[in-house]
């Protein structure tokens, strides 16, 4: 059974930065494709960026240039560096696993709130 922990979420004033951690209870984690999603109240849960085990990412055309995914396979950790922080990226991040390049697996984590207000 999967199990995904996040944390690293807050609040945090327009323009600064903030880095999620997601922790993976998968025997194989360098084997999955690993993902950020957010859902904004009154939204539809969206893709921010995914990172295959080669490496490979893909990323939401609203958060290229700002955020950035990374992956550490011996601590089975995949992480969220989120920089130039905006208002509209307020959100529950969710971590996920086992999904592909565009389309989240069946595991989640708990989600972490992100708010950027000043």
């Known amino acids: 059974q999967v199990q995904l922990v996040e944390s690293g979420g807050g609040l945090v004033q327009p323009g600064g930065s903030l880095r999620l951690s997601c922790a993976a209870s998968?025997?194989?984690?360098?084997?999955?494709?690993m993902g950020w999603y957010r859902q904004a109240p009154g939204k539809q849960r969206e893709l921010v960026a995914t990172?295959?085990?080669?490496?490979?990412?893909n990323y939401a055309d609203s958060v290229k240039g700002r955020f950035t995914i990374s992956r550490d396979n011996v601590k089975n950790t995949v992480y969220l560096q989120m920089n130039s922080l905006k208002p509209e990226d307020t959100a529950v991040y969710y971590c996920?696993?086992?999904?592909?390049?565009?389309?989240?697996?069946?595991?989640w984590g708990q989600g972490a709130q992100v708010t950027v207000s000043s």
């Open positions: 998968i025997t194989i984690f360098r084997l999955y494709v």
């Open positions: 990172m295959t085990s080669g490496g490979s990412t």
């Open positions: 996920n696993a086992g999904g592909d390049r565009s389309g989240p697996g069946r595991s």
